[in-house]
Structures are given as structure tokens and as C-alpha cells.
């Protein structure tokens, strides 16, 4: 028996998604509401948010070489040493960089709009700053403020300064740059624009220039495109679509300049180093010339074979080389650590170079002796020659690297002025809120369910409990509107309600077999025993039985609020006759003797002779009286009028009342010495998906227990 509690228990507790769907779907009016609020919320906060544009520009960082290096041959090659991407994008968000940017496009200072209405209207006015300077004396949070003149045709052109203390120091025109003597500082100001509208007042600020660096780093995205392209793209984001692509294009314009620059500077050093070389290469040609002439003289003429001035030639070819592979190593190693792959490469050229030279210089020694002494010299005078040659060139082209424009970078494309803002994104931020609204109102609905989970809903751990039996669970009726007939039965008889109460009529037809009095009370208010009350009284009187319905529910009664002022209570106070008091309906096998007029001493009434005779009378009238009474856990009314019932029914409200609740009601009845009783659950929602019905006849209670003779009814 514990293995099958244990089970019985995990199957309740159990939430599947077509429970959490019948769930979500009872409650259906919370979740629209979060929704609906999202929505709204989500609108206001899309208007909110200022728009944002995009801009990008297109930057190429040749890698391998210029067209300036090109022409400049191996020297150009030199100089376009190791230029990579990665360290270009670097030097682009270097401080050198961003620094002279922040500057030009005065980004250290802002104007931003504060009126609210046209912030969601998107018409806020702009102005730029081009100079400003708050003196120091005042505290950071202090806010001066800069309002457009309220004349409409100067509102373009005239504005005034307002300090924070509200008071005007200056009257300005855009353009003009002042001057303003403020608390032994001075306060500066220059407008570059400003479009806006009358007396629009904007907050003035002025940023530190290592906050505004760091600001514009951060909007600032620098990405190579590909891989190894030596393509870079540059975006930024900014409010103005215009502001974005000046900003951009300053950026990019900055780092092409100092590219050109950083090129031109190291043009520089390599020509000075060429220089400082140039009047020893020549100095080295004078000397051979002047060598291979005097040897000349003093031999004669010699005649040179064929062999001989191939292999003049060929060593020419190799000293050449082997001179301006050293003149590289200089240059590199000036640039580069001896480890550095193209200094180990022109070291690995230059031994080459000197095993060829060596092996040449054995291919001549069976030349006569006078030969190899010309071919020796003849080689000297021509390598030099060529390597003076070749430096006076080099030397040329620098000077023309220097003086003109020459840099391993270019823009391919300039940012353009964007027409669509890319921010903020209204259709996603409204789904985003809309769902969060879902989100949210779900978890309400579940927070309100889990706070309420004492509430019983288990049949089967009622019966348990307390030992008595569950004759029905009637769910909420899926009818919306307001009845026209007595009951539900009689207005939809295919409701799931009606269903489960005819349920219930058999139950209560063969356990009370020829008793007369059924006693309908509830937990608490709310429960719905009136409902179960009116509607069992309509079964059974269609089940060709007549019936009378009383109401004793004085304080808080429903049914006698149907245009009949008297009833019950007038009756036992001997206001009325009986004939007077009870009410005929119309269409049915059926009287209704309501509540009437007087709530006061609703227990003395109950308790008192007259009401006992009338029950007594009453039963050789009916076939079944079915009282209607006040919750048990309320007031005492319920538990007097069981002493005069056959058979008592407790109404209990599905996930409201709890099992405590119900067993303090149980044990009054006990201390009543009822014996025949059941319980029936009501409003019960099925939250597995089949059935998740509202209630809309509005029987039961509101809590409103008390006395008094023109107390409002109330409805639930």
C-alpha cells in the first residue's frame, strides 16, 4: 500500500508538457497581460534607443612589394621588408593613430538632447562641438546646458549658455569661438553646427582624451578580409550617419599619412648610409683603374684568348654579386637580428657565391702568369665600376622615395554616408520583449501555482486521508457569459460541468436512498456550494422529482438576489407566510425558499423551532430538500443545520483549500455526530492538456461574512 501511495504521489506531483500547456492556457488572462506589457514595453524601448549607423572603409597593405618597389628593383625589395596585416591592424588602433583622430574630430566633447518626447519621436535636434572647456572648479556631475534660441528662424544659428546654477552666461552665435570669465577659470565654447528646435536644451560635456580614445577604440572594428589578402576593413558605429564616415575617413587618412611617412623616414637613413658609403666605392675604383693602367704600361700589350675573357667575365659576374649580396647583408642586419630567416638567407648566397669564386680561381692558374694578372685586375676595375654604378642609381631612386608620396598602403574604399541605421533593430527588440513577457507572465503563473500547491487535488489522497468518499470533480464550467436560466443544466446541458454533476446526482440517489434533507455546505468561500446546490436541485428535478431549494446562507446569500426582497428569514420572523416565502419557478419541478431580507442572528434563525417544523412540514411536500448552507470553517450555521440532514455533501475547491482545512471541517461534523457525508471537488481544472476551462457563472462566495440588514450581495 505505501509502494502504491508512493506512486500514486509521483504520478500528481509529475509535469508534462501537456500539463504545463493546460496550465499556461487556464491562465490565460496573466499571460496575455505580461505579453501585452511586453509588447508596450518593448515599442517604448525600440523608440527609445537612439538610432546608430554603420560605415566601413577598405584599406590594401601590400605585403610583397609596391609598385614603388617595383621600381626600385632589389632596393625597393629592401625596403618593403615584412610588412604584415596583423601589425598593421595594430598600428591603425595604436594610440598614434587614434590619438590625432580624436583631435581633428573633436570627440572629446558632446551635446546630447534630454527632452523625452522627441527622443520617441526621433526629432532630436543635433549640435557639434567643435572647442569646449568647463572649468575645473565645478564638479564632474555638474551639468551645463546649451539652449537653441526661441525664435524659429535663429534657431539654426543662435543659442545660450546656461551654467549649473540656471543661469545664462553667455548668448552666442554658431561659429564664433568665446571666451567666458567663470569663477576665476575660464569657460570656452566654439559651435561648428547646430540644427534644432526652438528653445531644445542639450547637456554640454567634455571627456578626458584617453576616455574619448578609449570610447572610439571600442567602436572602432578592424578585421583583415580573408586570409593573407592584405585587404583590411574598417567599421564604425556612431548616431550621425555623417560623423561615422568623417570619422572613418580620418582614420584612414591618418594611418596612410604616417605609413607614408614611417616609408619616407626609413628612405632617409638608407640614403644617408649610402652616401656616407659612396666616396669609398669610389675611392676603391680610382685605386684599380689606376692599378690596371700602370700594369698595362709597364707590360705592354697583351693579347687575352678566349678562354681567358670568359672567365673575366664569369668572375666579374660572381665579385659583382658577391659586393652587393654584402651591401644587402649591411642594410638587413641594420633592420633585422642575425637570426632573422632573411639575414641567415643572404649569409647561405654569400657562401655560395665565394665557393664559385674559388673554384673559378683554380680553373686559371694553367693561364699564362701575365693573363691571370690581367684578368685579375681587368675583374677588380669592372666589379667596381658596376657596384659604383649601381649605387649611384640606388642613391637616385631613394631621393625620389623621399621627396615623393610612397607607402605599402592605399585606401581602396572610402566610407560612404549610410541612409538605414543598423541599430537598434525594432522587430527583434519587440519579439525579445514580447517573448520575455511570455517568459515572465509564465513564471508568475507557475510561482502563483507552486505558492498555492497546498491546495488538495488528489481524490485518491483525500479518501486516503480522511476516510470519506469523493463522489465527483466538477470541472469549471466553459461557459463565459452570463446565465439566463436558474442553473448551468439548464443552460448548457452539454457542458463537462453538467456531465460530472449528473455524476453526482447518481452517487447521491443510492446513499440516500429514501432520505429527504441534503445538506450542501462549502470549506470556505469561494468553493462554490451554491453552484453544486442550485444545479443538483435542477437534475434531480428533471429526474421527475420535486424538489425544494433553501437558502440559509443569510450574510452572503446569491440565490435571493434575484428580485425577491423576502424569504427564509422574513418567514421565521413571522413577516411573512410560508406561501409568500417560497418562490415557483418557471419551466421546472421546483420551489426555491431564498434567503430573505434579514441577516442578523443567521445561527439563532437556524437553530429555532420554526425552522425545524418547517423542515418537518416540508418533507411531506418534497421528495428531496436540498439546504443550502454557509461554509462549515466560516461560521457556525452549517454544522446546526446538520443536525435537521439525512445526508451531508462538503464541497472543497480544487487547488485552493488544503488538506488541514479539510480535516478541521471533517472533525466539526464528527463533533456533530454526522455519519453520512461525501465530499466533492469543485472548479477543478484538468491540466493535462484535454480541458482548461474558465468559470463564468460566477457562483460561490466572496469572504464577506457579517451582519447587516442592506449588505451588499456578493458574487465570485
Given at each position: 500500500?505505501?509502494?502504491?501511495?508512493?506512486?500514486?504521489?509521483?504520478?500528481?506531483?509529475?509535469?508534462?508538457?501537456?500539463?504545463?500547456?493546460?496550465?499556461?492556457?487556464?491562465?490565460?488572462?496573466?499571460?496575455?497581460?505580461?505579453?501585452?506589457?511586453?509588447?508596450?514595453?518593448?515599442?517604448?524601448?525600440?523608440?527609445?534607443?537612439?538610432?546608430?549607423?554603420?560605415?566601413?572603409?577598405?584599406?590594401?597593405?601590400?605585403?610583397?612589394?609596391?609598385?614603388?618597389?617595383?621600381?626600385?628593383?632589389?632596393?625597393?625589395?629592401?625596403?618593403?621588408?615584412?610588412?604584415?596585416?596583423?601589425?598593421?591592424i595594430l598600428l591603425i588602433q595604436s594610440r598614434r593613430v587614434l590619438d590625432m583622430v580624436v583631435v581633428s574630430e573633436h570627440l572629446c566633447y558632446s551635446a546630447t538632447p534630454v527632452a523625452l518626447l522627441p527622443r520617441l519621436l526621433h526629432q532630436e535636434g543635433r549640435v557639434d562641438v567643435g572647442f569646449l572647456h568647463i572649468p575645473e572648479i565645478y564638479e564632474k556631475d555638474a551639468k551645463w546646458f546649451l539652449i537653441s534660441s526661441a525664435d524659429s528662424n535663429l534657431a539654426s544659428n543662435e543659442f545660450q549658455i546656461v551654467d549649473p546654477m540656471e543661469k545664462v552666461i553667455l548668448n552666442g552665435?554658431?561659429?564664433?569661438?568665446?571666451?567666458?570669465?567663470?569663477?576665476?577659470?575660464?569657460?570656452?565654447?566654439?559651435?561648428?553646427?547646430?540644427?534644432?528646435?526652438?528653445?531644445?536644451?542639450?547637456?554640454?560635456?567634455?571627456?578626458?582624451?584617453?576616455?574619448?580614445?578609449?570610447?572610439?577604440?571600442?567602436?572602432?572594428?578592424?578585421?583583415?578580409?580573408?586570409?593573407?589578402?592584405?585587404?583590411?576593413?574598417?567599421?564604425?558605429?556612431?548616431?550621425?550617419?555623417?560623423?561615422?564616415?568623417?570619422?572613418?575617413?580620418?582614420?584612414?587618412?591618418?594611418?596612410?599619412?604616417?605609413?607614408?611617412?614611417?616609408?619616407?623616414?626609413?628612405?632617409?637613413?638608407?640614403?644617408?648610409?649610402?652616401?656616407?658609403?659612396?666616396?669609398?666605392?669610389?675611392?676603391?675604383?680610382?685605386?684599380?683603374?689606376?692599378?690596371?693602367?700602370?700594369?698595362?704600361?709597364?707590360?705592354?700589350?697583351?693579347?687575352?684568348?678566349?678562354?681567358?675573357?670568359?672567365?673575366?667575365?664569369?668572375?666579374?659576374?660572381?665579385?659583382?654579386?658577391?659586393?652587393?649580396?654584402?651591401?644587402?647583408?649591411?642594410?638587413?642586419?641594420?633592420?633585422?637580428?642575425?637570426?632573422?630567416?632573411?639575414?641567415?638567407?643572404?649569409?647561405?648566397?654569400?657562401?655560395?657565391?665565394?665557393?664559385?669564386?674559388?673554384?673559378?680561381?683554380?680553373?686559371?692558374?694553367?693561364?699564362?702568369?701575365?693573363?691571370?694578372?690581367?684578368?685579375?685586375?681587368?675583374?677588380?676595375?669592372?666589379?667596381?665600376?658596376?657596384?659604383?654604378?649601381?649605387?649611384?642609381?640606388?642613391?637616385?631612386?631613394?631621393?625620389?622615395?623621399?621627396?615623393?608620396?610612397?607607402?605599402?598602403?592605399?585606401?581602396?574604399?572610402?566610407?560612404?554616408?549610410?541612409?538605414?541605421?543598423?541599430?537598434?533593430?525594432?522587430?527583434?527588440?519587440?519579439?525579445?520583449?514580447?517573448?520575455?513577457?511570455?517568459?515572465?507572465?509564465?513564471?508568475?503563473?507557475?510561482?502563483?501555482?507552486?505558492?498555492?500547491?497546498?491546495?488538495?487535488?488528489?481524490?485518491?489522497?483525500?479518501?486516503?486521508?480522511?476516510?470519506?468518499?469523493?463522489?465527483?470533480?466538477?470541472?469549471?464550467?466553459?461557459?463565459?457569459?452570463?446565465?439566463?436560466?436558474?442553473?448551468?443544466?439548464?443552460?448548457?446541458?452539454?457542458?463537462?460541468?453538467?456531465?460530472?454533476?449528473?455524476?453526482?446526482?447518481?452517487?447521491?440517489?443510492?446513499?440516500?436512498?429514501?432520505?429527504?434533507?441534503?445538506?450542501?455546505?462549502?470549506?470556505?468561500?469561494?468553493?462554490?456550494?451554491?453552484?453544486?446546490?442550485?444545479?443538483?436541485?435542477?437534475?434531480?428535478?428533471?429526474?421527475?422529482?420535486?424538489?425544494?431549494?433553501?437558502?440559509?446562507?443569510?450574510?452572503?446569500?446569491?440565490?435571493?438576489?434575484?428580485?425577491?426582497?423576502?424569504?427564509?428569514?422574513?418567514?421565521?420572523?413571522?413577516?411573512?407566510?410560508?406561501?409568500?416565502?417560497?418562490?415557483?419557478?418557471?419551466?421546472?419541478?421546483?420551489?426555491?425558499?431564498?434567503?430573505?431580507?434579514?441577516?442578523?442572528?443567521?445561527?439563532?434563525?437556524?437553530?429555532?423551532?420554526?425552522?425545524?417544523?418547517?423542515?418537518?412540514?416540508?418533507?411531506?411536500?418534497?421528495?428531496?430538500?436540498?439546504?443550502?448552507?454557509?461554509?462549515?470553517?466560516?461560521?457556525?450555521?452549517?454544522?446546526?443545520?446538520?443536525?435537521?440532514?439525512?445526508?451531508?455533501?462538503?464541497?472543497?475547491?480544487?487547488?485552493?483549500?488544503?488538506?488541514?482545512?479539510?480535516?478541521?471541517?471533517?472533525?466539526?461534523?464528527?463533533?456533530?455526530?454526522?455519519?453520512?457525508?461525501?465530499?466533492?471537488?469543485?472548479?477543478?481544472?484538468?491540466?493535462?492538456?484535454?480541458?482548461?476551462?474558465?468559470?463564468?457563472?460566477?457562483?460561490?462566495?466572496?469572504?464577506?461574512?457579517?451582519?447587516?440588514?442592506?449588505?451588499?450581495?456578493?458574487?465570485?
Amino acid at each position: 500500500m505505501n509502494s502504491d501511495a508512493a506512486q500514486q504521489k509521483n504520478a500528481d506531483d509529475e509535469i508534462d508538457i501537456l500539463e504545463v500547456l493546460g496550465v499556461l492556457f487556464a491562465k490565460w488572462p496573466i499571460l496575455l497581460a505580461f505579453v501585452i506589457a511586453g509588447g508596450v514595453a518593448g515599442i517604448f524601448v525600440a523608440n527609445y534607443m537612439r538610432p546608430s549607423f554603420s560605415s566601413d572603409a577598405l584599406l590594401q597593405v601590400d605585403q610583397n612589394g609596391n609598385s614603388a618597389g617595383i621600381a626600385l628593383g632589389d632596393m625597393g625589395a629592401l625596403l618593403d621588408a615584412g610588412s604584415l596585416a596583423d601589425a598593421e591592424i595594430l598600428l591603425i588602433q595604436s594610440r598614434r593613430v587614434l590619438d590625432m583622430v580624436v583631435v581633428s574630430e573633436h570627440l572629446c566633447y558632446s551635446a546630447t538632447p534630454v527632452a523625452l518626447l522627441p527622443r520617441l519621436l526621433h526629432q532630436e535636434g543635433r549640435v557639434d562641438v567643435g572647442f569646449l572647456h568647463i572649468p575645473e572648479i565645478y564638479e564632474k556631475d555638474a551639468k551645463w546646458f546649451l539652449i537653441s534660441s526661441a525664435d524659429s528662424n535663429l534657431a539654426s544659428n543662435e543659442f545660450q549658455i546656461v551654467d549649473p546654477m540656471e543661469k545664462v552666461i553667455l548668448n552666442g552665435r554658431v561659429g564664433d569661438m568665446y571666451h567666458i570669465p567663470v569663477a576665476g577659470d575660464t569657460f570656452s565654447i566654439q559651435i561648428l553646427n547646430m540644427l534644432a528646435s526652438p528653445s531644445e536644451k542639450f547637456v554640454l560635456s567634455e571627456s578626458d582624451p584617453r576616455q574619448a580614445l578609449d570610447g572610439l577604440r571600442k567602436q572602432l572594428s578592424v578585421a583583415e578580409q580573408g586570409k593573407k589578402t592584405g585587404i583590411i576593413q574598417m567599421q564604425i558605429t556612431h548616431r550621425y550617419a555623417d560623423r561615422a564616415a568623417k570619422i572613418l575617413n580620418s582614420i584612414a587618412d591618418t594611418y596612410v599619412r604616417q605609413n607614408v611617412e614611417a616609408r619616407s623616414e626609413e628612405a632617409t637613413k638608407t640614403l644617408a648610409f649610402l652616401e656616407k658609403q659612396l666616396p669609398g666605392v669610389k675611392a676603391k675604383l680610382d685605386s684599380s683603374e689606376q692599378i690596371l693602367s700602370s700594369y698595362r704600361q709597364e707590360e705592354g700589350s697583351i693579347d687575352l684568348s678566349g678562354e681567358a675573357r670568359g672567365v673575366l667575365e664569369k668572375r666579374m659576374q660572381l665579385e659583382k654579386s658577391l659586393l652587393e649580396l654584402q651591401q644587402k647583408y649591411e642594410e638587413t642586419t641594420r633592420l633585422f637580428k642575425e637570426d632573422h630567416p632573411t639575414v641567415l638567407s643572404l649569409k647561405k648566397q654569400q657562401n655560395q657565391l665565394r665557393r664559385e669564386m674559388a673554384k673559378l680561381g683554380e680553373e686559371t692558374k694553367d693561364l699564362p702568369m701575365k693573363q691571370q694578372e690581367i684578368l685579375r685586375l681587368q675583374g677588380d676595375v669592372d666589379v667596381n665600376n658596376a657596384i659604383y654604378t649601381n649605387m649611384l642609381n640606388n642613391i637616385q631612386q631613394l631621393r625620389v622615395v623621399q621627396a615623393g608620396e610612397v607607402g605599402n598602403a592605399r585606401i581602396v574604399d572610402r566610407a560612404r554616408i549610410e541612409i538605414e541605421p543598423v541599430k537598434p533593430r525594432k522587430k527583434v527588440i519587440l519579439l525579445g520583449f514580447i517573448a520575455g513577457g511570455f517568459v515572465l507572465g509564465a513564471g508568475v503563473i507557475f510561482l502563483i501555482r507552486m505558492l498555492s500547491s497546498r491546495g488538495i487535488r488528489s481524490s485518491s489522497d483525500v479518501e486516503r486521508e480522511t476516510g470519506v468518499s469523493v463522489y465527483a470533480k466538477v470541472p469549471e464550467t466553459k461557459a463565459k457569459k452570463k446565465q439566463k436560466a436558474f442553473s448551468l443544466v439548464e443552460e448548457d446541458s452539454e457542458d463537462l460541468a453538467c456531465e460530472a454533476l449528473r455524476t453526482l446526482r447518481t452517487s447521491i440517489e443510492f446513499s440516500m436512498m429514501d432520505s429527504k434533507v441534503l445538506l450542501i455546505t462549502g470549506l470556505t468561500p469561494s468553493a462554490g456550494k451554491s453552484f453544486i446546490s442550485k444545479n443538483l436541485a435542477a437534475l434531480f428535478a428533471m429526474n421527475e422529482k420535486k424538489v425544494l431549494l433553501i437558502d440559509t446562507d443569510f450574510r452572503a446569500s446569491y440565490m435571493s438576489s434575484r428580485g425577491r426582497k423576502h424569504g427564509l428569514s422574513d418567514y421565521l420572523l413571522g413577516k411573512i407566510s410560508l406561501d409568500e416565502a417560497i418562490e415557483h419557478l418557471d419551466g421546472a419541478n421546483m420551489d426555491l425558499l431564498g434567503a430573505g431580507s434579514y441577516s442578523s442572528s443567521p445561527s439563532e434563525m437556524i437553530s429555532s423551532k420554526a425552522f425545524e417544523n418547517l423542515l418537518n412540514e416540508m418533507k411531506s411536500k418534497y421528495d428531496l430538500i436540498i439546504v443550502d448552507s454557509a461554509p462549515v470553517l466560516a461560521v457556525a450555521d452549517a454544522l446546526i443545520a446538520s443536525r435537521y440532514a439525512d445526508f451531508v455533501l462538503l464541497v472543497i475547491r480544487y487547488g485552493r483549500d488544503s488538506m488541514e482545512a479539510l480535516r478541521d471541517g471533517l472533525g466539526q461534523f464528527e463533533k456533530a455526530n454526522v455519519e453520512h457525508k461525501a465530499i466533492v471537488f469543485n472548479r477543478c481544472i484538468y491540466e493535462g492538456g484535454r480541458s482548461s476551462y474558465g468559470y463564468g457563472y460566477g457562483y460561490g462566495y466572496g469572504y464577506g461574512y457579517g451582519y447587516g440588514k442592506n449588505k451588499k450581495k456578493k458574487k465570485s
